[in-house]
T-cell receptor, first 109, second 114 residues
């Protein structure tokens, strides 16, 4: 069964410290993974996708097929990073996306 | 700039009422989706549609129905609202048949059923 697991509901990190939001997936096909973010009072939006191998707002995420993980990382947290983060797995047979339950990132001053 | 709009930001209804949530997108996207967002449960797919007059059940379709009469509009219907349908409802759209397709979300409708 396809599944996305985000083990942390809440992650509190001091400003300037490194951030790692964990995501593990279960999927028999070739995975296409995303991170979506929702800032306070804003709509949910795409942060980055693994195929692009890009860094957005200082965040990166590497797909590790051996560990079936797609952890989101940033070396130095900023206060504006406080938000809800969702890891997502694309199911291309159906054009659907399966979302994890989300991790709320709280950056402490 | 992709724009997905939802008819209401906040809605309060009574148990047993019929509720319509409307979503409109202006980018000619084929796919449209309805999710509910609950703390600790994340986003759960209710229904989605690949084209006009087409619909597919998502993970939690019970108690809901949908309508897609025009490409740009996707409606979510609660035939008889219940208190356990109190939630944030998000609409999204995406292109069809394009790999790595991003979903674009509306601002959400917070529905309270009393």
């Amino acid at each position: 069964a396809q599944r996305v697991t985000q083990p942390e509901k809440l992650l509190s990190v001091f400003k300037g410290a490194p951030v790692e939001l964990k995501c593990n997936y279960s999927y028999s096909g070739s995975p296409e993974l995303f991170w979506y973010v929702q800032y306070s009072r804003q709509r949910l939006q795409l942060l980055l996708r693994h195929i692009s191998r890009e860094s957005i707002k200082g965040f990166t995420a590497d797909l590790n097929k051996g560990e079936t993980s797609f952890h989101l990382k940033k070396p130095f947290a900023q206060e504006e990073d406080s938000a809800m983060y969702y890891c997502a797995l694309a199911i291309y047979r159906d054009d659907k996306i399966i979302f994890g339950k989300g991790t709320r990132l709280h950056i402490l001053p | 700039d992709v724009k997905v709009t939802q008819s209401s930001r906040y809605l309060v209804k009574r148990t047993g009422e019929k509720v319509f949530l409307e979503c409109v997108q202006d980018m000619d996207h084929e796919n449209m989706f309805w999710y509910r967002q609950d703390p600790g449960l994340g986003l759960r797919l209710i229904y989605f549609s690949y084209d006009v007059k087409m619909k597919e059940k998502g993970d939690i379709p019970e108690g809901y129905s949908v309508s897609r009469e025009k490409k740009e509009r996707f409606s979510l219907i609660l035939e008889s609202a219940s208190t356990n349908q109190t939630s944030m409802y998000l609409c999204a759209s995406s292109l069809r048949g394009i790999t790595y397709n991003e979903q674009f979300f509306g601002p959400g409708t917070r529905l309270t059923v009393l």
